[in-house]
């Protein structure tokens, strides 16, 4: 029973010792970049190579010590607590490999950048010494052409000036036309309504004239009728009497 207590606490203590031992050797890697390339001291494009290709080697280490590690740490005891020493240790290489990586990188492209303005400010030097003496000319035509522009802007206003003058006149003109015509309108209509008006009143008093003459033609008529009327009742009461006595006399 002591036998297996000493043999489990040998083990348990030879297995805490390699994972402190693999850390340490993942640690060293990154401290090894960490001291060659401290932060801000890649300034130069050689050596930003030279730190890419160191990181790529450290990468490539620590991934393989990741491996070694993870596949020893199925085996042992504590197993979970071995992993993770080995995940720390890989995440504590990775984090200074890429941050190297990224200021490599990072100088690269400025470098890149001063580049392509250096060649894009010699060609554009080297275009201008070429056509220099065309470009000097096509800016004194495009002077000329922006003078002369000017002159005709000019020259347009003056008559857009005349030319509104003469509008106004026409304009004025045409108004006092409009109100002349517009005065002889009114006036026309006016006589007009005068004529209207002496028609109509002449048309109310022929109408009554032809009313009264048909009220008296139709009394006149009345009375003639009337008189036909009691002229042959008259004649047939004569005749009535004279009737009644004919037979007297033949008795």
């Known amino acids: 029973m002591r036998t297996c ?15 402190l031992g693999a850390g ?9 970049l960490d001291q060659r390339y401290p932060t801000g001291s890649i300034n130069t494009d050689a050596l930003a190579e030279q730190a890419l290709a160191d990181a790529a080697a450290v990468r490539q280490a620590i991934d393989a010590r990741y491996s070694a590690e993870s596949a020893r740490c199925a085996h042992v005891f504590l197993a979970t607590e071995c992993q993770d020493n080995a995940r720390r240790a890989h995440t504590l290489g990775e984090t200074q490999v890429r941050r190297v990586e990224l200021e490599a990188h990072d100088l690269q ?3 890149a950048a001063q ?3 250096t060649q894009r400010d010699a060609e554009q030097a080297r275009w201008q010494q070429a056509n220099g003496p065309q470009k000097e000319r096509e800016a004194r035509k495009a ?3 922006r003078a002369d522009r000017v002159q005709e802007h000019a020259q347009d206003a003056l008559r857009q000036q005349a ?6 006149e026409r304009y004025q003109q045409r108004n006092a036309q409009h109100d002349q015509d517009e005065v002889q309108r009114a006036s026309v209509q006016l006589r007009s309504v005068a004529e209207n008006e002496r028609r109509y009143r002449d048309k109310q008093e022929r109408a009554k004239a032809y009313a009264a003459n048909r009220a008296r033609e139709r ?12 002229k042959r009742k008259a004649q047939m009461l004569q005749e009535t009497t004279d009737a009644a006595q004919q037979p007297q006399e033949v008795r």
């Open 109 to 111: 492209r400025k470098l």
């Open 115 to 117: 580049d392509r303005t």
């Open 163 to 168: 030319q509104a003058a003469s509008n106004r």
């Open 219 to 230: 009394e006149e008529n009345q009375k003639a009728r009337d008189e036909r009327e009691r």
């Open 24 to 32: 340490a050797l993942a640690a060293q890697a990154s401290v090894n």
């Open 143 to 145: 002077t000329q052409q």
């Open 5 to 19: 207590r000493v043999q489990g606490r040998r083990a348990l203590l030879g297995l805490i010792g390699y994972a």
